[in-house]
């Protein structure tokens, strides 16, 4: 993400709770209790916010699990924190674009209404595979269809206002050329979801 998006979401981190009351966030239960992700895992919650996935992730993966939190903006992460504590919980700033983790981290890394804000998308895939353990999944979440979400971001204008979901060929030809196989989509109205496993050795 750009620098104006740091600005732009370290500005709405008091408020962001309040401005998402709207979402029914039980849905993100029927989204992700299918997806089978499993007790243990180690998990990278990107562009995390104000924690919104943690306590679920928290109770899907349990204590032997970890997650890390991760965000562009120190002031989402600093309200992800307040709420939800340090158990198993890592919080680290950075752009997902160009991180520092290790090759091979994370059975799962999980975009919550997060992808359409990634200033060079093709470079965040391919940085998500790199981090990405052999066989493990990267998520990608919404709780509205593409076009839909598409066109709020238009209406709000500014930062966010170019913000968008690829069609779904893009994102096919992006995740291949990043090396992920098995792509899954889900563009429903109540629901945008990819799932994509990165290639084994």
């Known amino acids: 993400m750009s620098e104006t998006h740091r600005n732009y979401f370290n500005e709405q981190a008091p408020v962001w709770d309040e401005m998402m009351a709207h979402k029914p966030l039980e849905r993100l239960n029927l989204i992700f209790k ?4 499993k007790k243990g895992s180690v998990i990278l919650d990107v562009g995390t916010g104000t924690g919104v996935m943690l306590p679920l992730l928290q109770a899907i993966i349990g204590s032997s699990g970890k997650i890390v939190a991760f965000d562009i903006a120190e002031e989402m992460l600093k309200q992800a924190r307040e709420k939800n ?3 198993r919980i890592e919080y680290v700033q950075g752009d997902i674009s160009a991180t520092l983790f290790d090759q091979h981290t994370f059975d799962e890394v999980i975009c919550h209404a997060c ?7 093709q470079v965040a895939v391919k940085e998500i595979a790199r981090i990405l353990k052999p066989g493990g999944r990267v998520i990608i979440t919404h709780l509205s269809s593409r076009n839909e979400l598409n066109s709020m971001h238009l209406s709000l204008g500014g930062v966010v206002g170019g913000d968008v979901l690829p069609d779904e060929e893009s994102m096919k030809i992006m995740f291949n050329k990043a090396g992920f196989k098995d792509m899954k989509v889900i563009d429903q109205e109540d629901r945008y979801v ?8």
């Open 115 to 121: 992808f359409p804000h990634f200033s060079d998308k």
């Open 34 to 37: 299918p997806l089978g992700i």
């Open 85 to 87: 504590g340090n158990e």
């Open 194 to 201: 990819i799932t994509a496993r990165s290639k084994v050795g």
